[in-house]
């Protein structure tokens, strides 16, 4: 049989990806107060952001239990491999989730085949590494087969970062209040790249104004690579559809990506982003 795969709440994919390749997901936990809400589950995009709005704090995030992914796991065929693609463990314990969830079913049932692989990256970055398995899948390739083939394109992907808003990251706690006052009175904008080690997050560049901030943006992806042929350019949005398109059509224009893969970002990336973020996630050379 194919191999089910399986993501968290951490990815934003595009509904034709989830359908494509049958995705489980497993959802994040949103903390507004008292209230818990799973993403995509109990809390959907204009759910969330009527919260947002009422509350003076950002909701607090926590990452799915392990009987979670256990339970994920066991609902798929004994017979069927599973590829876990967890967000990136430099931003949540997911990925640790995910690991005993594996352990607890392979105790269970030692026969299973299950990998879990931290990706190093959240949103768009996890759509792009599904889109990659899929093809791969679909050429017949085995979990073991798939799995060395996707640490190695973890090891490649590039995501980057650009924020219109530092209410969230202020709020958040991330960036020092005083700092971020004086940010916002300058227009100053944040360039942000997911590290290659912890795929934890990392100010880059800090530019001054919208045109040049995402000028900066788009040439950042001619840093990180040469050729695009035969490579896709993966993009989220945070409630910014139009300007997620333009950049996209900035993108496209400027290299010749083979293929693009354009959604919103879900409740737990726009918590952090902010109205108006970017994400993109390519592969470098």
Do not use: W
């Not at 934003?12 to 507004?32: A, C, M, Q, T």
């Not at 105790?107 to 085949?113: K, Q």
């Not at 990180?224 to 059509?249: M, P, Q, T």
């Not at 993108?251 to 293929?259: E, Q, S």
């Amino acid at each position: 049989m194919t191999i089910q795969m399986i993501i968290d709440g951490g990815a934003d994919v595009p509904e034709s990806l989830i359908e494509n390749y049958g995705l489980k997901i497993v959802p994040l936990n949103l903390h507004f107060g008292d209230e818990q809400y799973k993403t995509g589950e109990t809390l959907d995009l204009p759910l969330f952001y009527e919260k947002l709005k009422q509350s003076e704090e950002l909701p607090r995030s926590s990452a799915p239990s392990p009987y979670d992914f256990y339970q994920a796991c066991k609902q798929v065929d004994k017979d069927r491999p599973i590829l876990v693609l967890a967000m990136t463990k430099g931003l949540s314990s997911t990925y640790e989730s995910a690991v005993m969830g594996k352990d607890m079913l392979l105790d269970e049932e030692p026969d299973r085949e299950i990998v879990v692989l931290n990706t190093k990256t959240a949103s768009c970055g996890v759509a792009l590494l599904v889109q990659e398995a899929g093809k791969k899948i679909k050429e017949g390739s085995d979990l073991q087969q798939l799995a060395s083939h996707m640490e190695e394109r973890i090891e490649k992907t590039t995501t980057l970062f650009i924020l219109q808003t530092l209410e969230n990251v202020i709020k958040g706690g991330r960036l020092d209040k005083v700092r971020g006052t004086i940010a916002k009175t300058l227009n100053i904008k944040l360039l942000l790249k997911a590290s290659d080690d912890k795929g934890d997050i990392e100010v880059i560049e800090k530019v001054r104004g919208n045109k040049k901030a995402f000028r900066r943006f788009i040439e950042q992806i001619g840093e990180y690579a040469n050729s695009f042929e035969d490579r896709v350019i993966s993009l989220s949005h945070c409630n910014s559809e139009e300007k997620g398109r333009l950049i996209l059509n900035d993108i496209k224009t400027k290299y010749n990506f083979k293929d693009s893969l354009f959604m919103e970002t879900g409740p737990l990336i726009s918590t952090y982003a902010g109205e108006g973020g970017l994400v993109i996630a390519f592969f470098k050379d």
